[in-house]
């Protein structure tokens, strides 16, 4: 299948998914893939990634969303 990848943003714009903390480096490397069948059902206006105060406390990965809506 020919997936293709949301390009999630946060409230900012920012694209990064990703801390490492050693290197001091943010990086998107987390992502959400749809297929053709599916990219029409994708609301993306409704989905991307989480930025909250506490973003860091579960995880060093920030969460990422979407939306589907089934046509048929």
């Known amino acids: ?3 293709r990848a949301l390009r999630l ?3 900012l714009g920012l694209v990064w998914t990703h801390y490492w903390g050693a290197a001091d480096v943010y990086l998107r490397i987390d992502y959400l893939m749809a ?3 599916l990219w029409p059902e994708v ?3 409704r989905s991307g ?3 909250a105060k506490e973003w860091s ?3 060093d990965h920030r969460p990422l969303f979407t939306t589907i809506t089934p046509r048929e």
């Open 9 to 11: 943003r946060d409230s």
């Open 1 to 3: 299948a020919n997936l």
């Open 35 to 37: 297929s053709p069948g």
């Open 57 to 59: 406390e579960a995880s």
């Open 49 to 51: 990634v989480v930025w």
């Open 43 to 45: 609301l993306t206006r």
